[in-house]
């Protein structure tokens, strides 16, 4: 009896630890720098998984949202079907077609953060698409932030296992906005009621309250307030005329909050950490971006890619051993490729990030003599690497 006490004990001890990485471990910055008529969009992505793939999208191709691993209930509603108008180059954790951010060739950029407090909208007569999706579907049809915020009558994000997040959005014009999903609603934060072109991991509003009074809340989860106020002032002191190299100023800035954090215990032990850090230069369709694993600076011309959906999909890892201009040290993109990437942060992601906090996780934990707290979704990996293949490129009909 004394033995299961124990048990149980530590496994209330490890839930907890695990709800504090899903309260505190969730922390990344995004901002947008003015430079006299250039325009850089920072943002640092902060997370307990470093591997990913740098992906060449393709414009003219037809895509339908499918039911995913991360839509809470079984879809029954009209799914959202679309071709990309624009290409686009995309930093993907869990696969091609599911990034976290990019930018497209007509220079709008769209980057996600986390949000513990979202909620996506209830379902009504609108098509709808995955929040995991929304993202590559913004980089695919639209130039301009006004387009993204029209298209909210036209489109509904369905319910996920996980809160929805956050999106920063800014266009070649230097318009920007902020768009979350807040009491099953979608809300947008753009010209004055986006005073600050900044975002972290907390309600734009609350942010926005608590650098009006100066001050933090009594508990910063991540330290979203801190890296909010911190970065907002930044930019609002930013001096074009005294800088020589605002792209090393938008780097300097993103390293200034950098987050890093350990939780839990033994084998379930982890680090959320800055893991890549990446500058948009919007006026020269240029990226600019470098990990931990690789901490040179490395840089993508868009103009050099192939655009055409008949072309080759192209992608590179992040973390490969190059630095300075890798335009062209992209390969081909092969479906083996997607999946072992896929595969492998599932197996670096923590099991209640995906199927929340409960008695299932416990009876995991203890069977596994607490050495394992992941595992992988075999339908999922199935799913999200094998949706490359249902996309068709209209001019030739054929599947990519």
């Known amino acids: ?8 004990i530590v496994a209330v001890l490890c839930l907890l630890n695990i709800r504090l990485m899903e309260k505190d471990g969730t922390a990344c910055t995004a901002f947008l720098l003015k430079h006299g008529d250039d325009l850089f969009v920072g943002k640092n992505f902060d997370w307990m998984v470093a591997d990913a793939h740098v992906i060449v999208n393709k414009r003219g191709v037809s895509k339908t949202a499918i039911q995913t691993f991360f839509d809470r209930n079984p879809v029954t509603e009209e799914p959202l079907g679309w071709t990309s108008r624009f290409g686009s180059v995309t930093f993907n954790q869990f696969g091609r077609e599911w990034p976290f951010g990019g930018m497209n060739e007509a220079g709008l950029i769209v980057e996600g953060l986390a949000l513990a407090d979202s909620e996506s909208p209830r379902p009504d007569n609108r098509p709808s698409i995955s929040a995991f999706q929304l993202i590559q579907f913004y980089l695919d049809r639209f130039e301009t932030v006004e387009d993204v915020i029209a298209s909210r009558a036209t489109l509904r994000i369905r319910p996920s296992r996980a809160p929805a997040g956050h999106l920063f959005v800014t266009d070649k014009k230097g318009n920007s906005v902020v768009i979350e999903f807040m009491g099953g609603k979608q809300i947008h934060y753009s010209k004055q009621s986006l005073p600050h072109k900044v975002l972290t991991n907390s309600p734009y509003a609350d942010s926005i309250a608590f650098l009006k009074n100066d001050r933090l809340p009594w508990r910063d989860k991540s330290k979203s307030i801190e890296r909010f106020i911190r970065t907002s002032k930044t930019v609002k002191r930013y001096r074009p005329e005294a800088s020589n190299s605002p792209l090393d100023d938008a780097f300097n800035m993103l390293e200034d909050v950098q987050w890093r ?11 959320i950490e800055t893991k890549w850090s990446v500058v948009y230069d919007v006026k020269r369709l240029q990226i600019h971006f470098r990990t931990r694993e690789n901490p040179k600076r490395r840089i993508i011309h868009m103009r050099g890619f192939d655009f055409s959906c008949a072309a080759p ?16 040290r992209f390969v081909d993109y092969t479906h083996q490729i ?7 942060s599932f197996e670096q992601t923590p099991y209640p990030v995906f199927y929340g906090f409960n008695q299932e996780f416990v009876f995991h934990l203890i069977k596994s003599g607490f050495s394992e707290y992941n595992e992988i979704p075999v339908e999922a990996v199935d799913t999200l690497s094998s949706f490359p293949e249902t996309t068709v490129c209209e001019k030739q009909s054929s599947v990519l």
């Open 261 to 271: 954090v350990e939780r839990g215990f033994g084998a379930l032990k982890f680090v």
């Open 1 to 8: 009896m004394k033995k299961i006490s124990i048990i149980v």
């Open 313 to 328: 999909v192209k992608v590179l890892n992040i973390h490969a051993r190059l630095s300075g201009d890798v335009t062209d």
């Open 338 to 344: 997607n999946r072992n990437l896929i595969e492998s």
